[in-house]
């Protein structure tokens, strides 16, 4: 059945590491978001991608990148800049269009080492 | 001040209490509204959304707009311990693509 998988669920950063995180989708959908989730803030926008081998910075970029090579594929790296990269990472996916609501994996908690 | 501020909570109820949860934003530029539930270690799952003031009933669940006060409200009747979860409330500018904005998210305890 269709769905965004996130993986992995949990992972483990050493300092000055770079890390990847997985995000897959088969709903056929166009325009894919990751965001990032701290306890006691909402969730925070750090790349999303409207069509493929397209993406846009959302409000905290810096220390990540993405590319989007695939539709179905969204990767998020967490680079050695991101001095704190501790939370909870989500991606969603959403079809094109306005009115078009996003829908979400279960995301991949990020902890340092 | 944030765009959109939402009570942290816990909520804590009884079972088969009404509850209310709320939002208020201060950007009339908003247009767009979605209730979002999250269990511990999930992701958001999608509630409701809706796009004009006024209520939208969906079983239990009913949300309701008021673009005149920039305030949102999800309302659940009856409710049962699986309710218990983290609510978020998202919006969205008409303008610009898809980008949403969530508020913090309320605890929500329901007992048995």
């Known amino acids: 059945d269709g769905g965004i998988t996130q993986s992995p669920k949990y992972l483990f950063r050493k300092e000055g590491q770079n890390v990847t995180l997985s995000c897959e989708q088969n709903?056929?959908?166009?325009?894919m978001y990751w965001y990032r989730q701290d306890p006691g803030q909402g969730l925070r926008l750090i790349y999303y991608?409207?069509?493929?081998?397209?993406?846009q910075k959302g409000d905290i970029a810096e220390g990540y990148s993405v590319s989007r090579e695939k539709k179905e594929s969204f990767p998020l790296t967490v680079t050695s800049a991101q001095k704190n990269p501790t939370a909870f990472y989500l991606c969603?996916?959403?079809?094109?269009?306005?009115?078009?609501?996003?829908?979400f994996g279960d995301g991949t908690r990020l902890s340092i080492l | 001040q944030k765009e959109v501020e939402q009570d942290p909570g816990p909520l804590s109820v009884p079972e088969g209490a009404i509850v209310s949860l709320n939002c208020t934003y201060s950007?009339?530029?908003?247009?767009?509204f979605m209730w979002y539930r999250q269990y511990s270690r999930k992701g958001p799952e999608l509630l409701m959304y809706?796009?004009?003031?006024g209520n939208k009933e969906d079983g239990r669940f009913t949300a309701q707009v008021d673009k005149s006060s920039k305030y949102i409200s999800l309302f659940i009747r009856d409710s049962q311990p699986s309710d218990s979860a983290t609510y978020l409330c998202?919006?969205?500018?008409?303008?610009?693509?898809?980008?949403?904005?969530f508020g913090a998210g309320t605890i929500l305890r329901v007992k048995s």
């Open positions: 809706t796009y004009s003031s």
């Open positions: 950007n009339s530029a908003f247009q767009y």
């Open positions: 991608s409207q069509i493929v081998n397209d993406f």
């Open positions: 969603a996916s959403s079809s094109h269009g306005l009115n078009q609501p996003q829908h």
């Open positions: 998202a919006m969205r500018y008409r303008e610009y693509g898809n980008k949403l904005v």
């Open positions: 709903l056929n959908h166009d325009a």
